[in-house]
C-alpha cells in the first residue's frame, strides 16, 4: 500500500468516527480566484522601497510598511479589496462541504469554506475572533475557526509581526482551542507550502502547545517537478531541501503526503469521499408483489440483506419502501452486535417520502428533491424489486426506483440492482449489463458479481453475492 492510498483509508476512517478536521492555507483559496500573497504585497512592497519577488518574510514586509506609515489603512484595504466576493469555491471546497467534517481551521480571510458548507445545505458555525468563540450556533453542522481573523474585519486581521508576537495575548482563546483540536483529532493541512508567511508561526506554534502528546497528522503537498525550474542543478537543491522538510514536518506529527500536480489534490479529495460514502448504502425499493419470489422468501432476503450491511458496519439510508421497509429495518436490528455496534442513529437513515401532498407537480419536485438529498449520503445504491399499484388499481414498475437509479449514476453513487428480484430493479440490471461500461468503466472484473445476482437463488446466496459485490467497491 503506497502512501496515498494509506492517508485515504486513514482519513475517510477518521471522517467515519467522526474525529477528521481540516487546516486550509492560502493554496486551498488560490486556485478560487484568490490572489497569491505576494501578488497581495506588491504594492506594499513598491511604498518601501523592496522588490516582492526578492522577499520570503511577508509578515515582515508588511510590519516594514506599518512601521514607515505609522497606519496599516493601505493592507487593510488590500484584503477588502482582493478577498472579494468574486472568488467561488471550486470543486474541492465542496468536496471537503460534502463530508462530515465538523471542524475547520484556516489562515484564510475570505469566506470559501463557510460558503461551500452553505451551498452543501449546512450550517457553518463561524469563529473569526474571540468573543465569536464564546457563542453558539444553533444547531450547527460545522465550525469554522478563522485564527488569523476575516476579510470583513480586516482592522483585526493578523498580517504584521506586531499581530503575530501579541497573538498570545489577544487571541489565546485561538490556541486553547486549538491545542484541544490537535489532541483529540485527526487533522490535514491543505493549501500549505514551504513558503507561506504563516507555515512557521504554525508549526512552531503546534509543537509549542503538544510537546510529546502529538498525534498523528497530514499534510497534503506538491511534489517539486523538474519542469520548475530553469536548470537541473537549482531543481536538484530544492528537491533535496523538500525532502529534507518533509522529513521535519515529523517532529510536529505531520506526515507529508505527496503528489505531482495540485490537480491531485481533487482526485484524492474525490477518494476520500468514495471511500467514506462507499460504507454507507443506500436501499431503493417497494413492492406490491414480490413475484417471482415467494412473500416469505423475498423477507428473508430483505432481513438478510439489512442483517449482513449492519453486521459488515455500513449506514443504510432508505426511504423506507412499502414492503421493503419493515424487513431491512428488522434485519439491520438482529445485526447489531451488543456494544461494539455503533448508535442506531449513526448507522441508519430512514427517510419515509412526505405523502400528504395533493398538487402532482409539486410532490413530483418535492419527492424528487427528497431522492437526491438521501442519495448525496451515500456512496453505493443497492435496488431490490420495485414495483406498485398505479391509480388504476394495475401492479407496474416503480418509475420512482427509476428516477433513484438515475440520480444515484448522476452523483456517482454504484448502482446495484438486483435483477434477481423482478419488477423494475430486472430491468435496470439489464440497462447495465448491456452498457456495463458506461456504469463501471474500467471495471470489467465487476461483471462476474452482476451476473450473480440475474437468476434466482436461496436468500443466502444473493445476500453473499450482494455483499461480495458491496465489498469489492467499497475498496476501489
Excluded at 230 to 254: C, F, N, W
Excluded at 335 to 349: A, I, V
Aim: with cysteine; charged share 25%.
Amino acid at each position: 500500500m503506497n502512501a496515498v492510498t494509506s492517508f485515504v483509508d486513514t482519513f475517510a476512517q477518521s471522517i467515519a468516527d467522526r474525529n477528521a478536521a481540516i487546516f486550509a492555507g492560502a493554496g486551498l483559496s488560490i486556485p478560487a480566484g484568490m490572489v497569491n500573497w505576494k501578488t497581495l504585497m506588491r504594492n506594499i512592497a513598491h511604498d518601501v522601497g523592496l522588490d516582492v519577488a526578492k522577499e520570503d518574510d511577508l509578515v515582515a514586509l508588511a510590519q516594514y510598511h506599518v512601521n514607515k506609515s505609522g497606519v496599516r489603512h493601505k493592507i487593510n484595504q488590500a484584503l477588502v479589496t482582493e478577498f472579494s466576493e468574486r472568488a467561488k469555491a471550486t470543486r474541492n471546497h465542496a468536496i471537503l462541504a460534502s463530508l462530515p467534517i465538523r471542524t475547520y481551521w484556516t489562515t484564510n480571510f475570505d469566506h470559501l469554506i463557510e460558503d461551500a458548507l452553505r451551498a452543501a445545505g449546512k450550517k457553518p458555525d463561524v469563529k473569526s475572533s474571540v468573543a465569536n468563540l464564546a457563542t453558539t450556533r444553533h444547531l450547527r453542522d460545522s465550525i469554522v475557526y478563522k485564527m488569523h481573523g476575516d476579510v470583513d474585519h480586516p482592522d483585526d486581521a493578523v498580517i504584521t509581526k506586531d499581530d503575530y508576537e501579541t497573538y498570545h495575548t489577544y487571541r489565546q482563546l485561538f490556541s486553547t482551542a486549538l491545542q484541544g483540536d490537535l489532541v483529540s483529532k485527526t487533522f490535514l493541512f491543505v493549501g500549505f507550502s514551504f513558503n507561506d508567511p504563516n507555515l512557521n508561526y504554525i508549526l512552531g506554534r503546534i509543537r509549542t502547545l503538544l510537546g510529546v502528546n502529538q498525534r498523528q497528522h497530514y499534510a497534503l503537498l506538491r511534489r517539486v517537478q523538474r519542469k520548475d525550474f530553469p536548470s537541473a542543478r537549482l531543481y536538484t537543491y530544492a528537491h533535496a531541501k523538500q525532502e529534507l522538510q518533509v522529513q521535519d514536518l515529523t517532529r510536529y506529527g505531520i506526515q507529508g503526503v505527496l503528489v505531482d500536480e495540485y490537480k491531485d489534490y481533487t482526485e484524492i479529495f474525490e477518494r476520500i469521499a468514495r471511500r467514506y460514502k462507499r460504507k454507507r448504502v443506500f436501499v431503493s425499493g417497494g413492492a406490491q408483489t414480490y413475484e417471482p419470489w415467494a412473500a416469505s422468501a423475498a423477507e428473508t432476503l430483505v432481513a438478510g440483506i439489512g442483517y449482513a450491511l449492519a453486521k459488515g458496519k455500513f449506514g443504510v439510508v432508505s426511504g423506507f419502501g412499502e414492503g421493503v421497509g419493515s424487513p431491512l429495518l428488522n434485519g439491520m436490528l438482529n445485526g447489531f452486535d451488543g456494544d461494539d455496534s455503533p448508535q442506531l442513529g449513526d448507522q441508519l437513515t430512514l427517510r419515509p417520502f412526505p405523502l400528504g401532498i395533493k398538487d402532482p407537480v409539486e410532490r413530483k419536485l418535492r419527492w424528487t428533491a427528497y431522492r437526491r438529498d438521501m442519495l448525496t449520503q451515500a456512496g453505493i445504491a443497492l435496488f431490490v424489486f420495485g414495483n406498485k399499484r398505479s391509480d388504476s388499481g394495475d401492479i407496474v414498475k416503480s418509475d420512482g426506483m427509476e428516477e433513484e437509479f438515475k440520480l444515484a449514476v448522476e452523483n456517482n453513487v454504484a448502482v446495484i440492482p438486483v435483477g434477481c428480484t423482478g419488477s423494475m430493479a430486472a430491468e435496470l440490471h439489464r440497462r447495465v449489463m448491456d452498457d456495463f461500461e458506461v456504469y463501471f468503466p474500467s471495471q470489467p472484473r465487476l461483471k462476474k458479481y452482476f451476473r450473480l445476482l440475474e437468476r434466482k437463488k436461496t436468500p443466502d446466496k444473493v445476500v453473499k453475492a450482494i455483499m461480495d459485490l458491496i465489498s469489492v467497491l467499497k475498496e476501489e
